[in-house]
């Protein structure tokens, strides 16, 4: 076998194999020699088939399988012993045949870069320390007496806290624009659901009134049409409605599984909850920053053919249809994201392999028992995951980036971050990274 290698450009390689004729004659003729002795043909005794018919027969079959075969074998030697790592399945090309009938063929293909991580110890990690307080388990009741509340219609002028529903029809310049009317649509006044000036607009309000308004958008608005414009609207306001809370009794308690009913037991349950979710929210602000630090540390010409494959698998979970693939491949909405997964691949790879982490099974079953607790039967689910390979397979990519990021966390630099609650379980931006000049 006969191998040459160009470099294309980037990533890309070409390899042009040459396999001679010989090897390809030699195992074809076996393959035949050993069909004609197990072959079943009508008017012959099994075994004695001439094989002059068995290669008329099967001869062409025969040998597009050998070709098949010697391709796939001949590619993956050629990879080892240039020492490739094609980063996809390679696109192959037939070529004419030699003088001597060798067979030809090309393969095309991109390889995964060749790099070491470097940086980190210029990474610096901002780790929250936090803790449950009473003041947030106080807020976290109010905020589930909020997810009930109730909306009693009221006949008075419309005030902040409100939800008036109205039907409405805006004008530009006298002319409509892309959704410029509503039917129904329900909005709570200083809830942030409409621009600022639209809510203004319906405060003082009755149920029953018909008003036009002059709305400013602000010159930031997402749509291009109307930052910055005054839009009139017809409003009709059908309803305005005041909250009202449930009481925070025992009927509502047991709302929640507490059967005691007793405030005190809900309190605790959700102390109990709110503790194992911010272990979880500090968990997830560290790992980001670290991810973000590789990245920043390690820029990485990226194979194109991955980053499509990552656009694509990403289009599909966010409900995209098949037919849509060449569009969503050059989406700018995904393809960012994608490049960002597709580096961290590539990176935590390459840290794997070079420092030898492993995961022990100790590690596996504590991933899986911090799915499972959010189960009403963690027991129930464990088992289920123990019992779907594929299934499981998801929990251990993930108990191997816990460890990868374990391991990080003894190379970076990590500094203590006071905090609270609510600033882990709702942060602004993920946490900072920081490298050290």
């Known amino acids: ?11 890309e390689r070409r390899l042009t194999i040459q396999i001679p004729s010989s090897t390809i004659d030699q195992e074809v003729t076996a393959r035949l020699r050993s069909l004609a002795r197990h072959a079943k043909l009508d008017g012959f005794r099994p075994g004695k088939i001439p094989f002059n018919v068995v290669q008329r027969m099967y001869g062409a079959q025969v040998r597009q399988e050998v070709l098949t075969g010697a391709v796939e074998s001949s590619f993956r030697d050629a990879v080892a012993e240039a020492n490739l790592r094609p980063a996809a399945g390679p696109k192959i090309e037939p070529k004419a045949d030699d003088d001597n009938g060798s067979f030809i063929y090309t393969a095309t293909f991109e390889v995964v870069p060749d790099f070491d991580v470097q940086g980190l110890e210029s990474i610096v990690v901002e780790r929250p320390v ?16 909020k997810q009930r509340t109730q909306w009693l219609d009221v006949a008075r002028p419309a005030i902040l806290g409100d939800k ?17 009317t509503g039917s129904a649509v329900p909005v709570v006044l200083g809830a942030g659901g409409m621009i600022k000036p639209f809510e203004d607009a319906l405060q003082g309000v009755v149920a029953g009134e018909q008003k036009q308004a002059d709305v400013d958008f602000p010159e930031d608005y997402h749509s291009a049409t ?29 709302s929640f599984g507490i059967d005691d009913g007793d405030v005190e037991s809900l309190k605790q349950a959700l102390r109990e909850n709110m503790v194992r979710e911010l272990h979880k929210g500090i968990g997830a602000v560290v790992k980001k920053q670290i991810m973000d630090g590789l990245i920043m540390s390690n820029p990485l010409e990226l194979p194109e053919v991955l980053v499509s494959e990552e656009t694509v698998r990403m289009a599909r979970q966010a409900g995209f249809p098949e037919s849509t693939g060449s569009e969503i491949e050059q989406s700018a909405v995904f393809e960012e994201e994608a490049r960002r997964r597709v580096a961290l691949g590539l990176i935590v790879s390459r840290i794997v392999s070079a420092e030898g982490i492993k995961l022990d099974e100790a590690k596996l079953m504590k991933q899986l028992q911090m799915l499972a607790e959010t189960y009403a039967d963690p027991e129930e689910v464990i088992q289920w995951y123990l019992q779907n390979p594929q299934a499981l397979e998801g929990v251990r990519a993930l108990a191997m980036e816990e460890s990868v990021v374990e391991w990080l966390l003894g190379k970076v630099v990590v500094k203590e971050l006071p905090s609270t609650f609510d600033d882990v379980m709702r942060p602004a931006n993920g946490g900072v990274v920081r490298t050290v000049a």
Request: net charge negative; glycine share 8%.
């Open 226 to 254: 109307l930052s910055g414009k005054t839009v009139q609207f017809s409003l009709s306001v059908k309803s305005v409605a005041e909250p009202k809370l449930p009481e925070l009794d025992a009927e509502f308690v047991k």
């Open 164 to 180: 008036v529903v109205i039907d409405f029809e805006g004008k530009l310049d006298g002319e409509s624009f892309p959704g410029n």
């Open 130 to 145: 936090a803790e449950v307080t009473d003041a947030d388990i106080d807020r976290m009741l109010e905020t589930l007496r």
């Open 1 to 11: 076998m006969q191998v040459s290698i160009e470099e294309l450009g980037g990533l």
